[in-house]
Nanobody, 128 residues
């Protein structure tokens, strides 16, 4: 059974950069669709990006408008890891970031219910 562990959260200046890692174990992550979600205290969880296999070895990535151009998903299949590279954090916020995976390629990056496996999350604090 696939298990996911996120890491890399921490303090970052507004406008700064941070890289989060999602390490898979129990199965090869390159067979799975992987999404990233975030949740602020007292708010709904928000999905904003995902990566899924398309046409054999090609991975498709998609982002919501709120992060497009600033966040990038990178897969390292040799390390069974999916990274979320974030730059130019715009606002002061405290979010917990989660990676999620599903064996289906038909997932909705904004809908956590379409992902069956979740990590425990990693905390990200952005300050000005």
């Amino acid at each position: 059974q696939l298990q996911l562990v996120e890491s890399g959260g921490g303090l970052v200046h507004a406008g700064g950069a941070l890289r989060l890692s999602c390490v898979g174990s129990g199965d090869t992550l390159d067979q799975w669709s992987v999404g990233w979600f975030r949740q602020a205290p007292g708010k709904e969880r928000e999905g904003f990006s995902y990566s899924a296999r398309r046409d054999g070895a090609i991975f498709y990535t998609e982002y919501t408008a709120s992060v497009k151009g600033r966040f990038t998903i990178v897969r390292d299949n040799a390390k069974n890891t999916v990274y979320l590279q974030m730059r130019n954090h715009r606002t002061r916020k405290t979010d917990k970031y989660y990676c999620a995976a599903d064996y289906s390629h038909h997932v909705d990056m904004t809908n956590g219910r379409t992902f069956g496996m979740w990590g425990q999350g990693t905390q990200d604090n952005v300050y000005s």
